[in-house]
């Protein structure tokens, strides 16, 4: 293990979690920031995070900052609320812009940021933590987390999947943006939601000394840990119709769906084994030009049923007898929570990240990888119909206690001595940069 990473106990081996004097005067507030503007991935990673701290801290009151209007179509634990910012999205070329609102960039961003330094001053968090970006989509936090740090009443965590992208990609882009004294500057700690033994960022991204001190591994987010089988959008009675016939079931997940019509379409047109039906699961950002023609693809495949939006896959993962899907971060995390024989066909534009982890997690023999550029139905008739040998268990692998383990972090962080940003010059200022 290296000096970097601290093994945390589950909370089933503690019999207590003590917080300090000063946090017993009122319920512990945390807030919680995704700026999604690509796919509905780090909303429902935070999702699965206050959910679980809202049920293993109570009381807690824990407020979410969300990039998009899609968190509201979630089932919000009891404690839980939601604040949707006017969406962002992400351009093919790269570069942010409005998604519903006709504003130009700077306006929209001014106003995100306005939205969201109120929310904090008003709702005065114990806890900030910020998924992925650390000063924001376009630097949006910035001024959000200058006043926390002026305050000094605030311990703010920044949250990393496992994996960002490759190795040259993440040390430019973390340069560009002030990664590093961003993190100096605001941050008291840094959780990956991974496993160095799979992919330890501290070595493939270099970061400084300093900030790799400040990084906790969770482990990864198990998806099962928090299941409550909610039925939504008929699910349930879905998989009840087909529990009446005989057959098993392959589902296809393609995340959000914004850049998942080539999977879907793929899937829609394979050959299914005679015993075997097949379910898209869309997600709510697939164009409705591509859910069209999936749609006519359906209806030339009666093996085939489409299902456009669940805020929980956990009744489908139950079910599911082979899963094929993109190579999202918690997409992965629930095949591989419920064991399931999956097929992932990782995204790998505009990043590699979705290739790097299938590719880690191939090599361990828990999942299959079919490259993209190889995508085809006879690719995936093939997969469905072949013998598959047994597979490692996961958890003899990897590390999946990630949500068992986030209330010891939280006690961790609210004994430490330091606050975020102490010591540091109040005139100091980040460049302006955008992420």
């Known amino acids: 293990m290296m000096d970097h990473q601290m093994a945390v106990a589950p909370l089933s081996d503690r019999q207590s979690l003590e917080w300090?004097?000063?946090?017993r005067l009122r319920k512990l507030r945390i807030a919680l920031y995704s700026h999604d503007t690509m796919g509905i991935g780090h909303m429902r990673r935070n999702l699965l995070i206050a959910e679980t701290l809202a049920q293993e801290l109570s009381p807690a009151v824990i407020l979410l900052i969300a990039g998009a209007r899609e968190v509201n179509a979630f089932d919000i634990p009891p404690g839980v609320d939601c604040l949707s910012l006017p969406a962002l999205r992400k351009a093919d070329n790269g570069q942010y812009q409005a998604r519903?609102?006709?504003?130009?960039?700077?306006?929209?961003?001014?106003l995100r940021a306005l939205s969201i330094s109120a929310a904090l001053e008003m709702f005065a968090p114990d806890i900030f933590l910020v998924d992925k970006v650390p000063r924001g989509a376009v630097n949006?936090?910035?001024?959000?987390?200058?006043s926390l740090r002026r305050h000094r009443r605030t311990r703010c965590v920044l949250g990393l999947r496992d994996v960002l992208d490759e190795p040259v990609v993440v040390r430019r882009e973390w340069h560009e943006a002030a990664g590093d004294q961003a993190v100096r500057d605001y941050y008291d700690a840094i959780w990956v939601y991974g496993?160095?033994?799979?992919?330890?960022?501290?070595?493939?991204?270099?970061f400084a000394p300093d900030v790799a001190a400040k990084i906790r591994y969770t482990g990864y987010l198990?998806?099962?840990?928090?299941?409550?089988?909610?039925d939504v959008d008929g699910t349930a009675a879905f998989l009840a119709r087909l529990k009446g016939s005989a057959g098993r079931l392959a589902l296809c997940m393609v995340g959000g769906g914004q850049d998942g019509t080539q999977?879907?379409?793929a899937f829609a047109q394979s050959d299914f084994p005679p015993d075997m039906k097949g379910l898209i699961l869309t997600g709510p950002f697939m164009p409705p030009e591509a859910q069209q023609r999936l749609e006519r693809l359906a209806v030339a495949n009666p093996r085939v049923h489409i299902i456009p939006f669940v805020a929980d896959t956990c009744l489908l993962l139950e079910r599911a007898d082979r899963v094929i899907t993109m190579g999202g971060y918690n997409s992965v995390c629930e095949v591989l929570s419920y064991g399931k024989a999956a097929l992932v066909v990782p995204r790998v534009q505009p990043r590699q990240e979705q290739l790097?982890?299938?590719?880690?997690?191939r090599d361990l023999g828990l999942l299959d990888l079919l490259h993209p550029q190889n995508l085809n139905p006879c690719a995936l008739t093939e997969w469905l119909s072949r013998?598959?040998?047994?597979?490692?268990r996961a958890r003899e692998h990897i590390d999946l206690n990630g949500l068992a383990n986030l209330p010891s972090l939280l006690a961790e962080l609210l004994d430490a001595p330091s606050w975020c940003g102490r010591g540091l010059r109040p005139e100091r200022r980040l460049p302006h940069v955008a992420c």
């Open 195 to 206: 496993d160095p033994a799979i992919y330890d960022p501290v070595v493939e991204y270099g």
């Open 356 to 361: 790097i982890r299938a590719e880690r997690l």
């Open 100 to 110: 519903h609102l006709d504003l130009p960039l700077d306006e929209l961003i001014g």
């Open 20 to 23: 300090p004097v000063g946090m």
């Open 387 to 392: 013998d598959l040998p047994p597979r490692p």
């Open 140 to 146: 949006e936090l910035d001024p959000a987390l200058e």
């Open 263 to 265: 999977l879907a379409e």
């Open 222 to 230: 198990d998806r099962r840990q928090r299941s409550r089988f909610a």
